[in-house]
C-alpha cells in the first residue's frame, strides 16, 4: 500500500470518529439545554393584581324618585293702576325687594281730593236740611193736635225727613267711595317679592285699563318648583302621601349634584298628561339667600319614603355586561369571581342592592378592568383605598 493510499485511509477513519463522537455527545448537550416536557407544560403562576375593595353595608337608604322641573315665582302680580292720571314718581328701584304694603308709586291725588271734599260739603248740606225738617215735623206734631195742620202736612213733613236721612247716607257712601279713590292714587306693593323691570316712566298718564301695568313682582321666597315623573310613579307617590305628613324634596343644580334647597311636596296633579305621559308636581321651597330662581331648570328628587336594612355599596363597584349587572366578588383565598346583583336604586354614588350579594361580602372597587374569574387580588394601601371608602360614605 501506498503512502498516499495510507493517508487518505487515515483521514477517513478520523472523520467516522468525529461522526460518532458527535452523534453520542449532541442529544446529551440538547437534553441540559432544553428544558424537559413536564416542566414545560406548567404555566407560571399569574402575579396578584392589585385592587380596592369594599365591604356591602346594611343601613336604612331613602327612597327616591327623580326628575326634571323648573323653579317659578310663588306668586306673580302685575302692578297696575286702579285710577286714571298722571303718574307723578316712583318710589322703587328696579330689582330690588319690597315688602307687603310698601309704596311703589303715587298718582297725581288732586283730581280725587276735591272730589272728596265735594263729597264732605254735600252731605254737611244734606245733614243740614236733615236738621231742619226734622224741626219742622216736630212743629207739625205739636199742631196736629189742636188742629192747627193738616194731616197730610205732616205726611209730607215727615217723608221729607226720612228723604233726607237717606240723602246724608248717600252722601255717605259717596265720602267713602271718593276716599277709596284717592287711596287709589297711591300704589302699594300687595305682597312681598323681587321688583322686575320699570314698565312705564313718571309724567306718563296712566289707565286703569293699561294691559302691561306699571312694574311686575314676584314671590320668590318661598318658591315653588314644577316638576314631572313617569306616570308609572303615581301609584307610588299616592300611596306615599299622608295628609299630616309632607313628602320631602331636594333641589339640585343641572351640573352639579349640589343641594341647592331642601322643600317638600305640596301638589300632586289631578291628572296625568297623555301626550307626554307624565304627571306634574309641584313642591315648595325656602329661598331667603335666593338659590333658585325663576325660570331656573332643576334636577329634583322626591322622597317617597325610607327602605330599611337595604345592602349598599359603592356605585363605582358595579359593572355591567351583556346579561346586566355584576360585581367582582372577593373569595377567602383572595381570588375573585363573577356575581350578578339586580340594582334597585342609585342614589348619590350608592348602589342598593336586592339580590346576588350578603352583608360583609367583599367585592372590588377599583382595578375590575385587569380581573378575570379566578385570578388573585392584592388589596391596596390606605392611601388609596380612602377615596373609595369616603365615596361611599356619602
Known sequence: MTTKNISKLRITLIGLAVLVAIGILAPATMKRLLPSSSAAAVPPTPASVPATTVKVAQESVPIYLSGIGTAQALATV???TRVDGQLDKINFVEGQDVTDGQVLAQIDPRTFQAQLAQAVAQKARDEAQLDNAKLDLQRDNALIKDDATTQQALDTQRALVNQLVAAVETDKAQINYAQVQLDFTTIKAPLSGRIGAR???PGNIVHATDVNGLVVINQ??????IFTLPESA?????????????LPVLAFGRDNDQVLSKGSLVLLNNQIDTTTGTVQLKAHFPNPTHTLWPGQYLNVSLQLGVRPNALTLPAAAVQRGQTGTYVFVVKPDESVEIRPINVVQIQDGKAVIDQGLSVNERVVLDGQYKLKP???ITEKTLALAQPANVGSAK
Open 234 to 246: 303615581f301609584q307610588d307617590i299616592n300611596r306615599a302621601l299622608h295628609p299630616d305628613q309632607k
Open 374 to 376: 379566578g385570578i388573585h
Open 78 to 80: 302685575t302692578i297696575r
Open 199 to 201: 314698565l312705564v316712566d
Open 220 to 225: 320668590v321666597d318661598p318658591i315653588s318648583v
